[in-house]
């Protein structure tokens, strides 16, 4: 490591090797990749809890595993999901992007970008070895409600750690994300001409930084509340299990867009490429994910209406959350312009743009539905809202971040992927999810409560149709991980210019780029503006 | 090609379009009628919120058709096989001013309707009655405030032995497997009821599809909501908010009788002498089919054969039998394990009172104390096998389970004399503990 920070004529020649490279790293391009595989092996094994959770609910009755150890699985899945695939995986893509897109040298700090990427393997161990614990792991959900979640067992102090330790890692992220795109940027790019998944990742970035806290004061009030004898969520003591959820929401709200922002950057990169065309509306696309970032911080208590809040309060929460909508809306306008009157093409990483288009929009439908407050009396907790996180987070933010892999994976190896293969994935997966997740809108509307390990009788059909696309969305995702790991080992070499309508810097810079990119800025003339023809 | 072939294109989108949005209304019309809808309900709010469901998924499908008609027009029309060349344009303040204001517009229309709702749901003034109904890990109690009398409501003993890890049992052969309870909430059809909604431990929901809604059990603090149910009949709900373990497990059933059927049984419960009165006038077995979500109109196809058996465990007396409706007998619908009040077996000897207790420990003490006795120390549940409680003076035993301590509930308020008699003799018999003790329902009424 002294040896490329101290040498600086021989960039990237002194580094240590082998697993030393990795552990002592500062280069953006490894912490990045450390970030996307961190996330590839956390998302399997989110998967893996989703496959006992489906196979469970295959027909009525107990047959795999105890409700407890359900209910395990059911939290676990989504603390992995969020935390462990999701969140890194767009972190990832901000340490290996952002830099070569503003043409900077490196993240700005980037001894604290080895620290926020190392929690994390420590965080997830320990989050996982709780399952291993005696009394189990957290099972009270991922919203980790009060007074349940203080009923888990020795677990609960380390899930309370990891979540910490979480937070440490995604606030030290997002500090590197802002310091960096504030100063480092090409000389003239101003913000306004700033590529959109830098600009979004920016806006997530305060996000962050704003409600990692909000959630560490949470769970460490509920440590308190067990270990230290204060009354903070409990009505006996003067307290009050409904503020829980609210300080967790006020975290929780901002998470849900911290999760789908630079999914918007990451489509709104894709189609105008393979639209051939520039992205219609560039200036409201940045005030609308603006907008949503503003609103994301007043419509937080639209996760509790049926918790018994007053009239006034929850009339307030459902206009908010109704006019979400409408900077929403104006995106996927935005993007359908785009493709009108261009000339597309349908690589892999357009078609999970395509996909996320379509499959995110069907989420927004059922998020307008949910925030309409009396029809939420009846979805509230069912597998309605289940469906409609599931779309919104399953083919909108990991359709994306699958997208943005075969979209820059050519760039990063300097190897094309197997594009059949890719076409298999897409059409494998897009087929499969919604096999899984439509027919849980019914499941809702019906009556199916969410987070049950078993169900009435008449519930089976959908559930056994809903399990058999989980079962084979989960396998297609081995052709995922096959084509990854094939085109990082070799392949077609592929150009700077990997696609032919890519615009931007790191379309400028070989495949795979130097291991020390733009050291000395690059001038205007090179990186022009992304979005003008 | 350009020309002819872009035309042909736009012709063969504008067909798919037309033909993708008539099926999808016609899918959208079916899934409508069909039961993976939202039901109805059977009152007047279920209704409403019904119609704000039913009004913001036609306006969905409305957008959805024209957005996705367009994407997919694009799509088609502007391939570069097909030798689409792409324009220059980036931005058009009309059409962005118009993609603004227009989902306005339809956002206001819809929230003024559900706004309104809204408004009525709320307003829980001037009851003609009020039940509070307390959550419990598993299972529900129902207070009369207004009669002095309350019950606990969980999940049927036959549901119950199906739904146990490798049972064995076809849940499909158990009628109406998860949604049955040994006791139902029994409410007066026409009046305006207030529920009272609160929790003894952890959060709770108590959704009833049937009524409109659901609202969360929050400890320490009550909520309200109200209802007013048109029909007689029998719904089926379940709690909605995850509370452990056996969450999936605490379901809901409401029966609806008509106001005098409604007094009659009030008059019964008050006389029964703290024994729970079956609602059911001997035609369940006929009823409540496991595909529907409703047994509705229950009553009006009542034939109550004379003298139906009445389960042992509920004895009703003649007397109350009188004073039900329509003279029909009563009938317990499920089994009589964890019956609070339930009658004491007439032989109490070793054999029956050790199976008694078995069938109490299983549905009251197994989930947290676990089946074998070992417990699950780290919850704050110790284990029964070898505890010093359970091996220890039966005074302390007896006063432990009555009070409870920590997590554990204070079971003489949940439990009759004689179920707890039972249950300490199974806890002081089983699980490698030998102390021989045979309690009696005296011993426990006397320590009370």
């Known amino acids: 490591m002294s040896a490329v920070t101290i040498d600086h004529d021989s960039h990237g020649e002194h580094h240590p090797s082998g697993l030393m490279r990795w552990i002592t790293t500062t280069n953006h391009k490894d912490i990045g990749t450390l970030y996307l595989l961190f996330s590839l092996m956390m998302f399997f094994i989110g998967g893996s809890f989703a496959m006992v959770i489906r196979a469970e609910l295959f027909k009525p009755g107990m047959q795999l595993v105890d409700p407890a150890t359900f209910n395990e699985l059911t939290t676990m899945h989504a603390l992995i999901m969020i935390f462990g695939a999701i969140m890194p995986a767009f972190v990832g893509l901000a340490n290996w992007m952002i830099p070569i897109m503003i043409g900077a040298p490196d993240m700005a700090l980037p001894r604290m970008n080895n620290w926020s990427f190392w929690i994390l393997p420590f965080a997830f161990t320990l989050l996982l070895g709780t399952m291993f614990l005696p009394g189990g792991g957290p099972a009270g959900g991922w919203t980790m409600y009060p007074p349940l979640m203080l009923q888990t067992g020795t677990a609960f102090p380390f899930v309370i750690f990891a979540v910490h330790m979480m937070g440490i890692s995604s606030v030290m992220g997002a500090i590197n994300i802002v310091v960096t795109i504030l100063n480092l940027r090409a000389p003239k790019m101003t913000l306004l001409k700033m590529p959109l998944f830098v600009w979004t990742w920016f806006i997530t970035a305060y996000l962050l930084i704003a409600v990692m806290p909000v959630l560490a004061g949470a769970v460490t009030m509920l440590l308190t509340d067990k270990y230290f004898g204060t009354s903070f969520f409990n009505a006996a003591g003067g307290g009050d299990p409904v503020m829980y959820q609210h300080i967790f929401w006020f975290f929780g709200h901002p998470e849900v867009y911290i999760m789908i922002l630079p999914a918007f950057g990451i489509v709104s990169e894709i189609i105008p490429t393979f639209a051939r065309k520039a992205l219609f509306g560039y200036e409201s696309m940045v005030y609308a994910v603006a907008s949503i970032a503003f609103l994301s911080f007043i419509v937080w208590a639209h996760h509790m209406f049926t918790v018994g809040m007053p009239l006034a309060g929850e009339l307030f929460f459902m206009f908010t959350t109704m006019l979400i909508a409408v900077p929403t809306g104006v995106k996927v306008f935005n993007w359908t312009a785009t493709l009108w009157k261009g000339s597309i093409t349908f690589e892999t990483p357009m078609l999970f743009a395509l996909a996320f288009l379509f499959l995110f929009t069907i989420g927004g439908f059922s998020g307008v539905m949910c925030a309409m407050v009396p029809a939420d009396f009846q979805y509230q907790d069912s597998y309605f809202v289940v469906a409609h996180f599931h779309y919104v987070l399953v083919t909108g933010a990991a359709f994306a971040i699958m997208g943005a892999v075969y979209y820059w994976l050519p760039k990063w190896t300097g190897h094309m992927y197997n594009e059949t293969l890719g076409k298999w994935h897409f059409w494998m997966s897009t087929i499969w999810v919604n096999v899984l997740f439509f027919p849980q809108h019914f499941l809702g509307l019906a009556g199916m409560p969410r987070r049950i390990p078993d169900y009435p009788v008449q519930f089976t059909d959908l559930n056994m149709l809903s399990s058999i696309g989980g079962f084979l969305f989960g396998a297609s995702q081995l052709i995922f991980l096959y084509v990854v790991i094939s085109t990082i080992r070799g392949g077609a070499k592929a150009p700077a210019k990997v696609w032919e309508g890519a615009k931007g810097l790191e379309w400028h810079l070989p495949s795979p780029p130097p291991y020390h990119s733009f050291t000395t800025p690059p001038d205007k003339e090179v990186w022009e503006h992304p979005y003008r023809d | ?157 036959d549901s119950d032995k199906a739904a146990q890890v490798d049972s064995g049992i076809d849940p499909a052969s158990v009628k109406n497997y998860l949604r049955d309870v040994d006791h139902p909430l029994v409410v007066p059809t026409g009046e305006k009821i207030r529920l009272l909604i609160t929790s003894d431990d952890v959060i709770h929901s108590w959704w009833m599809p049937d009524f409109g809604g659901k609202t969360d059990a929050n400890p320490g603090f009550v909520n309200s909501m109200w209802i007013k149910v048109e029909e007689p009949g029998v719904y089926r709900g379940a709690c909605a908010e995850l509370c452990g373990r056996w969450h999936g497990f605490m379901p809901i059933v409401v029966v609806a009788k008509k106001p005098d059927d409604y007094l009659a049984w009030v008059k019964a419960m008050k006389a029964s002498g703290g024994k729970y009165v079956s609602p059911y006038d001997g035609s369940l077995e006929d009823t409540g089919s496991p595909v529907v979500f409703s047994d509705v109109n229950y009553n009006n196809v009542m034939g109550t054969p004379a003298g139906a058996v009445v389960p042992t465990g509920s004895t009703v007396s003649p007397a109350m039998t009188a004073a039900m409706s329509k003279g029909a007998s009563a009938a317990t619908s499920t089994a009589i394990s964890a019956v609070p009040a339930a009658a004491a077996p007439a032989a109490w000897d070793m054999k029956t009172v050790m199976e008694k207790g078995q069938q109490v420990y299983a549905q009251n003490c197994s989930s947290c104390h676990q089946p074998d006795g070992k417990g699950n120390p780290e919850m704050g549940a110790p284990a029964i096998a070898r505890s010093p409680i359970a091996n220890g003076p039966l005074a302390a035993h007896i006063q432990r389970v009555l009070k409870g301590k920590g997590i554990m509930p204070a079971w003489g308020n949940i439990l009759s004399d004689a179920d707890i008699a039972a249950v300490i003799t199974f806890e002081r018999n089983s699980f490698g503990n030998h102390k021989g003790d045979l309690v009696k329902p005296a011993d426990v009424k006397a320590a009370r």
């Open chain 2, 1 to 157: 090609m350009g020309f002819h072939t872009i035309k042909n294109a736009a012709r063969a989108a504008l067909f798919l379009g037309l033909g993708l949005a008539a099926s999808a209304a016609h899918a959208a019309k079916l899934i409508a009628d069909a039961k993976y809808n939202l039901p109805e309900g059977v009152t007047p709010m279920s209704r409403e919120v019904y119609d704000v469901h039913m009004m913001v998924f036609w306006v969905c499908v409305a957008i959805g058709i024209v957005v996705f008609g367009v994407m997919i027009a694009a799509l088609f029309m502007f391939r570069k096989s097909k030798g689409a060349q792409s324009a220059h344009f980036h931005h058009s303040t009309l059409l962005e001013i118009l993609w603004t204001v227009i989902p306005v517009i339809i956002l206001v229309a819809m929230a003024v309707p559900a706004a309104k709702t809204l408004v009525r749901m709320a307003d829980t003034t001037e009851p003609d009655l009020s039940i509070k109904i307390t959550g419990y890990q598993w299972k529900w109690q129902y207070d009369y405030i207004q009669n002095g009398f309350s019950f606990f409501s969980m999940l049927s003993a």
